[in-house]
């Protein structure tokens, strides 16, 4: 049985004027794509599904061929950086679930002696509800938040290891 092979993503961009593909704030030896061209990438790949590849391609005039080096450089290192910061959420993300984990669990091992040695049903029921909304959030934390993050990774290293072409707009608009 064969593995049905899953298309790639292709997103079509047009760039008349290059003056703000890159950040201004980014340096040089490591250039970033501006916010605008990010957020276009982005919604460009949003219809498809994380695990497929990527292809991006540039149809313009105005970009010279060392440009278009540093423009696909700029576009990996955007969103590597972007996939190193979801590494890091996930990471948090984990300790938190732990976190949150243990005091629910300590919560209810109080509730279980307060139910023991008091009599006092309302502070049972305080202290009972106190450690299932930490029960609840680590779950919410681990099997919700944590599977956005790992999507949202998945996407992040799909651009970073995408395939860049430049094309000219001339001959892009001959087709």
Same mark, same amino acid.
């Given at each position: 049985m064969s593995k049905a092979t899953v298309s790639p993503c292709v997103i079509n =961009?047009? !760039?008349?004027?290059d003056g703000d593909f890159l950040s201004p704030y980014s340096a040089t030896d490591t250039p970033v794509i501006s916010s605008? !061209?990010?957020e276009f990438l982005e919604n460009g790949a949003s219809k498809f599904l994380p695990k497929q590849q990527i292809e991006i391609n540039v149809h313009s005039d105005c970009i010279d061929d060392g440009e278009k080096i540093i423009y696909g450089k700029a576009i990996r290192n955007y969103f590597h950086a972007k996939a190193d910061g979801t590494q890091l959420s996930l990471r948090r993300n984990l300790l938190v679930s732990v976190i949150f984990t243990v005091i629910g669990? =300590?919560?209810l091992a109080a509730m279980l002696l307060l139910d023991h040695f008091f009599a006092s049903a309302i502070w049972t029921e305080v202290v009972d509800i106190f450690a299932w909304v930490f029960v609840w959030e680590a779950v919410d934390q681990f099997f919700i938040e944590r599977r956005r993050l790992l999507r949202d990774r998945r996407k992040y290293q799909a651009f970073t290891q995408a395939r860049i072409s430049f094309q000219s707009l001339s001959k892009a608009e001959q087709r």
């Open positions: =961009m047009t !760039v008349l004027n605008d !061209v990010a669990i =300590m919560g």
